[in-house]
């Protein structure tokens, strides 16, 4: 694991948890991981009713009372998802109104299944082999019990670009700020996957990136000659 960079001019110098390299050209995809809630026996119930992904795992819950934790577009458009495939959603938020875009809220708002739970957080999980229920807190101090069958987090996601923030620029949300040819803001340093800050992060864009940043990498590289 890269650890961190040094820009010597002629070459970079990459520090790894192994052993220092050097390259006359750089491609991170380090990739970003998802956020957690950072509850008790989150880690021992993902995947027994506890997913980061309702593209992924929705199906599994079909019939099922499911909830969706977030407040941008990404629990928006799991809610929708999860509408046509779960008998009950509830969505929760923190807040008392959504950061994702009104058209997904106007669109949750016309489904009979979709229940909107505010000001509230995932507090608690209650599970033996599999989650049975949450435990909601809203801003008022009132707890409140919610059965469930799933829970589908999504409050986000962590870029690993940590430890070259003091080389690579990083927008506010930590990710690199590249456009569509990978270059970053240090020549011979490019960026591919879900590090790079984009509108889709998906195993496609993913690997359409590592395909441009290593054919850009070697024009740097032959460029330098």
Do not use: M, W
């Amino acid at each position: 694991k890269a650890v961190g960079i040094k820009d010597e001019g002629d070459h970079k110098e990459v520090t790894t948890t192994k052993n220092t390299y050097q390259a006359k050209a750089v491609i991170l995809a380090t990739g970003s991981e998802n956020r957690k809630l950072g509850l008790e026996d989150e880690e021992r119930l993902t995947g027994r009713g506890i997913s980061y992904c309702a593209t992924c795992d929705g199906n599994f819950y079909r019939n099922k009372v499911v909830a969706v934790v977030g407040g941008g577009n990404t629990a928006l458009e799991d809610a929708l998802y999860l509408t046509d495939i779960a008998a009950e959603v509830y969505l929760i938020h923190r807040r008392d109104s959504f950061r994702g875009e009104e058209a997904n809220v106007a669109r949750l708002k016309e489904k009979q299944n979709v229940h909107f739970i505010y000001n509230s957080n995932v507090t608690k999980l209650n599970a033996e082999k599999r989650l049975k229920s949450i435990e909601l807190t809203n801003k008022d101090g009132s707890v409140q019990t919610l059965e469930v069958n799933a829970l589908f987090v999504a409050v986000g996601r962590i870029p690993e670009n940590q430890n070259f923030a003091d080389l690579v620029e990083l927008d506010e949300a930590g990710y690199i700020p590249a456009k569509e040819d990978c270059h970053t803001n240090v020549p011979g340093i490019f960026v591919a996957g879900d590090n790079r800050a984009k509108a889709v992060r998906q195993l496609v864009t993913a690997a359409s990136d590592g395909a441009v940043a290593a054919t850009e990498a070697v024009h740097y590289i032959n460029g330098q000659h």
